[in-house]
């Protein structure tokens, strides 16, 4: 779940270096000016955003070790906020960590399979203890009854909260 912007980072990193690579040889083949400047341009563009997702991914990873560090939780639950189907089916999961309210976007693909209609997401630890990444496990073809649930949930919490108000 969070390691897709640390593989995000690299590639772009990659396409980086192999168009100071192009640009390099353009100078030494003496191509022209403008296939330089587009090759200095794509370099500051990739790189600017090769490092911003960096320093996404490491935000993030120090603000889930700060908050699993001296606990022991082997299985976080978590609802289904929204879900979308643009280019592919994706969701947004609303988890509590210590009492702390994550709400984090979530493409189906990363999602493991799980037919006994459990919905959690599994903390991975490196060999030393600290937090590494979550796994994700969710019940793919009842997802979508589980978030209408969940959303007829909200409406009816939102409608009594505003009749108490009322009263």
Do not use: H
């Not at 509590?96 to 209609?117: D, H, L, T, W």
């Not at 997802?143 to 009263?167: G, L, P, S, T």
């Amino acid at each position: 779940m969070i390691r897709v912007f640390k593989w995000n980072s690299v590639v772009l990193y990659g396409l980086a270096a192999m168009f100071l690579v192009i640009g390099i040889l353009g100078v030494m083949w003496q191509a022209p000016l403008g296939t330089e400047f587009g090759c200095g341009c794509l370099i500051i563009v990739c790189f600017l955003a090769a490092s911003r997702l960096y320093k996404v991914y490491i935000k993030q990873l120090k603000k889930y070790r700060d908050l699993l560090r001296n606990s022991d939780v082997e299985r976080i639950d978590y609802r289904i906020y929204s879900s979308r189907n643009i280019r592919g089916k994706s969701y947004k999961l609303e988890f509590y960590i210590n009492g702390e309210k994550f709400i984090v976007p979530v493409a189906k693909s990363q999602c493991r399979g799980n037919k006994m209609k459990q919905y959690y997401l599994k903390p991975l630890y490196k060999k030393n203890g600290e937090f590494k990444d979550f796994r994700i496990y969710m019940d793919k073809c009842d997802a979508w009854d589980k978030e209408r649930n969940y959303m007829r949930e909200v409406k009816e919490f939102d409608e009594q909260n505003r009749k108490q108000q009322n009263i």
